[in-house]
T-cell receptor, first 110, second 112 residues
Framework: SQTIHQWPATLVQPVGSPLSLECTVE??????LYWYRQAAGRGLQLLFY??????ISSEVPQNLSASRPQDRQFILSSKKLLLSDSGFYLC?????????FGSGTRLTVV | KQEVTQIPAALSVPEGENLVLNCSFT??????LQWFRQDPGKGLTSLLL?????REQTSGRLNASLDKSSGRSTLYIAASQPGDSATYLC???????????FGKGTTLSVSS
């Protein structure tokens, strides 16, 4: 069966520090992968999606970036965090038969 | 641009009541529509997936319908329970492989 792992679950980082969130998928190959952010009181916002290794599409211009170094690995990064980067980050994958989400990372930038 | 709206934003009902959550979308050319549940501070759990050729899907006490011509989907919950308390999100894709577009959700509270 397919599973999606996302870590860490919670993270508190100072402004200006770097960020690396990792997401891995098991039990499938060549999935479409997605990063979403859910800010307090707002809906889910698509940040990045990837249809293959090294292929990244950005939906929202910001100081975040994404990479896909392996088929089932998707990484969200930042060189310098801003207060506005706080939120709940969710990784997801799709196979054409619906979308499956990870358990999320709660990021608080202080 | 596809927009997804969920009404009401919040709903409180007593245990045992049947209820309907509504989702509307502006572009009827959708590929899939999916209903999710989100508990506070948690990720999203998929409840039901309706493909564009389908009109409804059922799982236990849940039934989701899709009417593309009117741009609407409903999630029906029968005999609600306190454990059903959560935020319910409607999301859809316009074509295969594209990202989900979400509504802002309906927060349901079921009191015992």
């Amino acid at each position: 069966s397919q599973t999606i792992h996302q870590w860490p679950a919670t993270l508190v980082q100072p402004v200006g520090s770097p960020l690396s969130l990792e997401c891995t998928v098991e039990g499938t190959s060549n999935p479409n992968l997605y990063w979403y952010r859910q800010a307090a009181g707002r809906g889910l916002q698509l940040l990045f999606y990837s249809v293959g290794i090294g292929q990244i599409s950005s939906e929202v211009p910001q100081n975040l970036s994404a990479s896909r170094p392996q088929d089932r690995q998707f990484i969200l990064s930042s060189k310098k965090l801003l207060l506005s980067d706080s939120g709940f980050y969710l990784c997801a994958w799709s196979s054409g038969f619906g979308y499956t989400f990870g358990s999320g990372t709660r990021l608080t930038v202080v | 641009k596809q927009e997804v709206t969920q009404i009401p934003a919040a709903l409180s009902v007593p245990e045992g009541e049947n209820l309907v959550l509504n989702c509307s979308f502006t572009d009827s050319a959708i590929y899939n529509l999916q209903w999710f549940r989100q508990d506070p501070g948690k990720g999203l759990t998929s409840l039901l997936l309706i493909q564009s050729s389908q009109r409804e899907q059922t799982s236990g006490r849940l039934n989701a319908s899709l009417d593309k011509s009117s741009g609407r989907s409903t999630l029906y919950i029968a005999a609600s329970q306190p454990g059903d308390s959560a935020t319910y999100l409607c999301a859809l894709t316009n074509q295969a492989g594209t990202a989900l577009i979400f509504g802002k959700g309906t927060t349901l509270s079921v009191s015992s």
